[in-house]
């Protein structure tokens, strides 16, 4: 019955830092949302018609915490690139290849402290 993710949603305080985070360093695009009476912001990736990340700011988080995801994962490009805005901006990361091959790893953490992690090709050269 399922045929694909839809999105995730994570809370977060500062939206500066999220979408600077998001969008500044990872490349998704702050785009429409419907007109929920509380602020947030629905992130799509570049030329895509569906968002990949919604945010909700200025809720505490619940308690009991929701959830056990472990992290959220894209597909990336610029395997480069994307290591030069993390270094420029302070981001800790961690880079490995998959075992087996066919992908680097490239995990993160965002503001909030959302586990993030990027996938790309093998074939781009860290």
């Not at 990872?26 to 990949?52: E, I, K, N, S, T």
């Not at 809720?59 to 290591?83: C, E, N, Q, S, Y």
Request: aromatic content about 10%.
């Amino acid at each position: 019955m399922i045929h694909g993710m839809n999105h995730f949603t994570i809370t977060a305080d500062d939206r500066d830092a999220s979408l600077g985070f998001y969008c500044g360093l990872l490349g998704l695009v702050d785009g429409p949302r419907p007109p929920f009476d509380f602020p947030g912001a629905w992130l799509y990736a570049p030329g895509g018609g569906q968002a990949v990340l919604h945010i909700v700011f200025g809720r505490p988080l619940p308690t009991p915490r929701t959830g056990v995801i472990d992290h959220m994962a894209f597909t990336a490009t610029d395997l480069a690139g994307v290591k030069r805005r993390l270094d420029a901006a302070g981001v800790p990361y961690d880079l490995r290849p998959l075992p087996g091959g066919g992908l680097w790893q490239l995990f993160c953490h965002c503001p909030n402290g959302a586990r993030v992690e990027l996938d790309f090709d093998a074939a781009e050269q860290p």
